[in-house]
């Protein structure tokens, strides 16, 4: 399944570029499931829905976004729900250790008092990641379009699959699990049971998820768009979060200038804004392009909202635009998501196969040799990326 993370600096619209990009991946006959975890409201004002709310039945049982919304033909919306997730996982983890906390005295918390703790928004994230990737063929969806929080807090949050893991290792290290065998007699000694093998096995566990969902991190078939909206200090904030995607294994598949002002206009003022854009519209050429596909967006002069227009017709003249500009003051409709569908173009199509499992090497980088065009390859380069799947020289 083809994956895209939708990131970029604050405010710049990555909520409208990855709706617009889910729409674009559903119009080429893609079953496409558009996740975001934006908190508040926004999503659904944006594309003209109800409240996303969670799904029926044991919270232990529930996927960790709501009720997917068929909002075109192909195309679902859905939401993490972060506190519902985290209650289930809390209240299954309970019943699991219940005899544990009887023998410690501790009163169970009930569903009702439990509230999300600070950070858990990032375990949901990437428990979806990992939870879409694990619907059987044919059941699922053909592309995850994830949009997800600015480029800094990305970065940190792709990073933690292997942070935890890292910490597991040096917590839990592998080689004492040799001392099973002592833990009955450890257990007779002291005179109450050893939870030792319990915490194996959990650690065994989420061992097991973290490297699950590190792979679907560093697979081919993940992708990021980054989006900015032109301006002094783009550059620099898309420089850091390129440098940081790259560290975590993660390609870069296009770079989305948002919002981009009409040129050739007689007002100083409007004039003034857009050749600020174009001049940093120029640096992000230079930067990205052509190696990383540069697309641009115009600004509809107003925020979009619903599907629009099923074709994607562009907006007709008077209908698009800046107030003053392509026709004024005059009466417009409203601007949809299919205005800009066209342009932001649907993500290609990648590999098909599950996600590798992450070793020592990051996927994707040259584990025996480089693919500067001086070695002899025996697979094909990865679509994109620059580099060999197994390169020897």
Request: with cysteine; glycine share 12%; proline share 10%.
């Amino acid at each position: 399944m083809r994956t895209v993370l939708v990131t970029g600096t604050g405010g710049a619209g990555r909520t409208t570029v990855a709706a617009a990009t889910a729409l674009a991946a559903a119009r080429e006959g893609q079953r496409t499931l558009l996740l975001t975890a934006d908190p508040d409201g926004t999503p659904e004002a944006l594309l003209g829905i109800r409240a996303l709310r969670s799904a029926p039945g044991r919270p232990a049982d529930r996927l960790p976004w709501s009720v997917p919304v068929e909002l075109a033909p192909g195309l679902w919306v859905a939401r993490i729900i972060t506190d519902e997730w985290f209650r289930g996982e809390l209240t299954a983890l309970q019943d699991r250790g219940h005899g544990l906390l009887d023998l410690l005295g501790a009163t169970p918390l009930d569903g009702e008092e439990l509230t999300a703790l600070p950070g858990v928004e990032s375990i949901a994230l990437l428990r979806a990641l990992r939870a879409a990737q694990t619907a059987p063929p044919g059941t699922g969806w053909d592309v995850l379009v994830v949009d997800m929080p600015p480029a800094p807090d990305t970065v940190a949050l792709l990073a933690l699959p292997e942070q935890l893991r890292r910490y597991l290792r040096r917590l839990l290290p592998a080689e004492r699990q040799a001392a099973r065998a002592l833990r009955p007699m450890l257990a007779q000694l002291a005179g109450v049971p050893m939870p030792a093998q319990k915490l194996y096995e959990t650690a065994e566990r989420w061992e097991r998820e973290l490297a699950a969902v590190q792979g679907v991190i560093e697979s081919e078939a993940t992708t990021v768009r980054l989006v900015v909206e032109p301006g002094p200090l783009a550059d620099r904030a898309l420089r850091t979060a390129r440098a940081g995607l790259a560290l975590h294994g993660c390609r870069v598949e296009a770079v989305i200038a948002n919002r981009l002002l009409p040129t050739g206009t007689s007002d100083p003022w409007l004039a003034a804004l857009s050749g600020q854009q174009q001049a940093a519209l120029k640096e992000l050429y230079e930067q990205w392009a052509p190696a990383v596909p540069v697309r641009e967006l115009p600004h509809l002069g107003r925020d979009p909202h619903g599907v629009g227009d099923p074709r994607g017709a562009e907006p007709r003249p008077g209908e698009g635009g800046v107030d003053g500009v392509d026709g004024g003051d005059a009466q417009r409709a409203p601007a949809g998501l299919a205005a800009l569908a066209g342009a932001v173009g649907a993500p290609g199509r990648g590999p098909t196969g599950p996600p590798p499992t992450p070793g020592p090497s990051r996927t994707g980088w040259p584990t025996t040799g480089c693919c500067c065009g001086g070695c002899r390859c025996p697979a094909p380069t990865a679509t994109g990326s620059g580099w060999c799947a197994g390169a020897t020289n």
